[in-house]
């Protein structure tokens, strides 16, 4: 999550030789909260665990959101789901210097360890930054940044922590995603239509950690028993960096401008061929193709790629990736007699899915039904055409 351009340049992946390995009696430790910023990798927010020791002049963040685009083959397993992150010690300087920049608050709790789980926690993450420790294959919901932060902090407490887990709800991953993602960016569109049946099981309160802020404010809100002494696991939150939350603006380009008025141009040119009885043979090549593209897409999200939250997609039922291939057949007149099946095939299932749409175990975005009212609309132009000869097939 974290941003990519320092990797390699200014991470610090263990201390400078000849530095300390254990903590002074005034050292603090605490968990640092990051807002979203506006970058796909940034959505969700961040959190990171600084040690802060006045007496050695130490104060480095440990990050376990770095990774590095200079992989080998990294763009083709980052579609997997194959991204490997690693864990680095930065500077506090060099890790505030991203969110100014961002304008990202930064909130800071004080974990009120004692000096042996202050202990404890820095030890491992010092084992953790090791080259042959620091690399972990990252999962968005199972094992990530803050996650991997949660496990610390609850190792450290020896597993005496208590959540107050009273305010809890039942909500889906899919529903806590959609807290971060925004309907008018096309990453978050992108994301929405990715993720399958597994993102709308219900989450434990224990897995909503996966997102910063839950961190945080369960982390606040938790205490832990000592010898039968009941303490706070944090002080209170102090902003450390003060900045208003980032909101998407308004665009022209956004994918529900873009897929409604697509969706009313359709309308009107199809209204234009049963008027003038004649046939717009490029607006059905297009709409095959497109919805073929995005079948592609999604079948490799659901059957290539290993992420867990993007497997039984149901959005395949209206996009297939064999649209794209009939999309590029239509366009020769002898073959469209051909596959009159595949167009009735289309009409139905696509109907069915509508009708269905509420009672599948899946979550659809809104702009998945003026889709797939497109290409029934065309499937049902194609179908009359056929039926009453007006189109020479």
Not at 374 to 381: H, P, S
Request: charged fraction near 20%.
């Amino acid at each position: 999550m974290h941003k990519f351009i320092f990797l390699f340049l200014t991470v610090i992946l263990c201390f400078k030789q000849g530095h300390p390995q254990s903590l002074s009696p005034s050292a603090k430790v605490s968990l640092l909260v990051c807002a979203p910023g506006d970058e796909i990798y940034s959505f969700f927010g961040h959190a990171a665990i600084r040690i802060n020791d006045p007496l050695y002049e130490k104060d480095i963040v440990f990050n376990y959101g770095v990774f590095s685009f200079q992989t080998s083959y990294f763009i083709w397993r980052f579609a997997k789901g194959e991204t490997d992150y690693m864990v680095a010690a930065w500077r506090m300087s060099t890790f505030m210097s991203e969110y100014q920049e961002d304008k990202r608050k930064v909130v800071e709790y004080e974990l009120l360890l004692t000096p042996s789980e202050r202990e404890s926690l820095y030890e491992s993450l010092i084992e953790n930054c090791k080259p042959v420790n620091r690399v972990y294959r990252y999962s968005h919901f199972e094992d990530n940044c803050s996650t991997r932060l949660r496990d610390q902090i609850e190792k450290a407490l020896g597993g005496k922590i208590k959540y107050d887990t009273s305010g809890d709800k039942r909500m889906s991953f899919r529903n806590l995603i959609d807290l971060y993602l925004q309907d008018n960016s096309w990453s978050g569109f992108g994301i929405k239509l990715a993720l399958g049946i597994p993102t709308d099981h219900i989450s434990t309160f224990s897995q909503k950690m996966f997102l910063p802020d839950y961190l945080g404010d369960d982390m606040a809100k938790a205490v832990v028993v000592r010898d039968g002494v009941t303490s706070p696991v944090t002080g209170p939150a102090v902003v450390i960096f003060d900045a208003p939350p980032f909101v998407r603006s308004f665009s022209v380009t956004s994918p529900a401008v873009v897929v409604l008025l697509f969706f009313l141009v359709v309308i009107a040119l199809t209204q234009w061929e049963i008027k003038n009885k004649r046939r717009l043979d490029w607006l059905d090549i297009s709409v095959f193709i497109a919805f073929g593209i995005a079948g592609m897409i999604l079948y490799f999200t659901t059957f290539i790629s290993v992420m867990p939250s993007t497997k039984w997609n149901l959005n395949l039922i209206w996009a297939f990736p064999t649209h794209f291939l009939v999309g590029i057949l239509w366009m020769f007149p002898s073959l469209r007699p051909k596959m009159f099946w595949y167009v009735r095939l289309t009409a139905i299932v696509t109907t069915l899915f509508l009708v269905s749409i509420y009672f599948l175990p899946q979550t659809f975005h809104w702009l998945v039904v003026p889709l797939c009212l497109i290409l029934l609309m065309r499937m049902g132009t194609i179908s009359k055409a056929k039926l009453f000869q007006k189109d020479k097939f």
